[in-house]
């Protein structure tokens, strides 16, 4: 397949003719300098009125779902017929239910802390402190996970450009995927999927068989310097990776991209 323009593909049904939305603008520019302001400030008004309606209703329907789930709530426990040990009397109400639950909780606490001979506040400290320390264990194994997957991604990226300059060796990739026209069309699929897959489906898609000047690979004296580098050139192996994240956790105030990793 030959190589296109990256700087000027033709889209499929760019005829040169203004679309739809550029007609639209055209027609609200040729307002009559009267009228221009007058109907700039009423669409203004009308969509400040829409949008204060819209969060109202909002507000108003978050109100009556919040309402309906506590009656539901309610009905459910008073369905039970289950008496408050406090009380002698079923519970009436969720609320009960959950105050039932604290007071019984602190009843334990005060049986646990005569057992143990320690005053109430430092058992209490202690459930806190249990508490904090499986929310940090559940914090770190998130982040632990998240950096695993971050540096699969790296190392995919690492894979996949390879393979791209295995099957285009003529097709500069830091050009291609820093070409706006290319990047708007990629979307969010740019570094998640193939970019042997988005290039074929990017030239499939401008429908453009002429050679591609900003395709081409750069020209050695634009390699001797380093253009038309690529976001993958940042790749970092797993010592590299690890070693970032401690800087970056013992330094805050001084973090370092990948980018800025490899050039110190």
Known sequence: MDEFDLDNPTLEGDDGQDGAVGRQDDDLDNEGE????????ARQEADHQ??????????????????????????????????????GKSFASFEEF??????????????????????????????????????LREKEAEKAESEKKAQEHQEWLGKDLSAFIAKYPDVDAGKLEANPKFKKFAGSRLYQEPLATLYEDFREFTNDTEAAALAKKASKDERSTGAGGTSRDTV??????????????????EKMTAAEFKKR
């Open 34 to 41: 009267g009228g221009e302001g007058a109907g700039a400030a």
């Open 50 to 87: 829409h949008n204060a309606a819209m969060k109202a209703a909002r507000h108003s329907g978050e109100v009556d779902a919040e309402k309906r789930l506590k009656k539901q709530y309610d009905d459910t426990i008073a369905g039970y017929g289950v008496p408050n040990p406090y009380t």
């Open 98 to 135: 959950l105050e039932y639950g604290k007071r019984y909780s602190q009843e334990q606490l005060k049986v646990k802390a005569q057992k143990a001979n320690r005053p109430v506040e430092e058992l209490e400290q202690d459930d806190e402190d249990k508490k904090f320390l499986k929310q």
């Open 236 to 253: 970092l192996t797993a010592a590299e990776q690890k070693e970032l994240n401690e800087w970056n956790a013992r330094y805050p105030n």
